[in-house]
T-cell receptor, first 115, second 114 residues
Framework: AQSVSQHNHHVILSEAASLELGCNYSYGGTVNLFWYVQYPGQHLQLLLKYFSGDPLVKGIKGFEAEFIKSKFSFNLRKPSVQWSDTAEYFC?????????????FGKGTTLSVSS | KAGVTQTPRYLIKTRGQQVTLSCSPISGHRSVSWYQQTPGQGLQFLFEYFSETQRNKGNFPGRFSGRQFSNSRSEMNVSTLELGDSALYLC?????????????FGPGTRLTVL
């Protein structure tokens, strides 16, 4: 079955530390890849997406992600986190062999940033 | 412009009852998807509607159903509620339901089944 794995359930960092959240998916076909973020008390919102082209994509708030096709990975990075980055982060995949926009989500990673 | 709205925001039901949740997409958006979020299973896709037609369905029992109206508003229904149906139900809309259209999520309806 298609699945998305996020390696870390809970990550705790100090401000200015670098961040990398792992995401691997199990699907052999072509996919669109996404990272969503849910800040405390807010809706899920799109952080960045990869459809094709340059495997290094940049999103909002200084986040970037790298698609490595051979590793079925789409890891999220930020060079220097801020307290306001405290949130839950979800990796998601949309397999392109299916109709529509259904997303397969990972279980999420909770990021706690201390000031 | 207004975002995706979901009503009600909170709901408490008892086992065996049925429930209907509503989602109003962003104006002009024609695709609506529903997801269930639980601590154990995370976010799971329920179904997607586009132009009043169900385009895709996740792996949920037939007790879960939905529909979309001509104004793109969508409802989902859960019949014969079970304790395990307690969850946050999220609705997302996109402009044309294309894979490169951004999906915008609503705040969710928190359903508690007692």
């Amino acid at each position: 079955a298609q699945s998305v794995s996020q390696h870390n359930h809970h990550v705790i960092l100090s401000e200015a530390a670098s961040l990398e959240l792992g995401c691997n998916y199990s699907y052999g076909g072509t996919v669109n890849l996404f990272w969503y973020v849910q800040y405390p008390g807010q809706h899920l919102q799109l952080l960045l997406k990869y459809f094709s082209g340059d495997p290094l994509v940049k999103g909002i708030k200084g986040f970037e992600a790298e698609f490595i096709k051979s590793k079925f990975s789409f890891n999220l990075r930020k060079p220097s986190v801020q307290w306001s980055d405290t949130a839950e982060y979800f990796c998601a995949v949309n397999p392109l062999n299916q109709a529509g926009t259904a997303l397969i989500f990972g279980k999420g990673t909770t990021l706690s940033v201390s000031s | 412009k207004a975002g995706v709205t979901q009503t009600p925001r909170y709901l408490i039901k008892t086992r065996g009852q049925q429930v209907t949740l509503s989602c109003s997409p962003i104006s002009g958006h024609r695709s609506v998807s529903w997801y269930q979020q639980t601590p154990g299973q995370g976010l799971q896709f329920l179904f997607e509607y586009f132009s009043e037609t169900q385009r895709n369905k996740g792996n949920f029992p037939g007790r879960f159903s939905g529909r979309q109206f001509s104004n793109s508003r969508s409802e989902m229904n859960v019949s014969t509620l079970e304790l395990g149906d307690s969850a946050l139900y999220l609705c997302a809309s996109s402009l044309l339901g294309l894979t490169d259209n951004e999906q915008f999520f609503g705040p969710g309806t928190r359903l508690t089944v007692l």
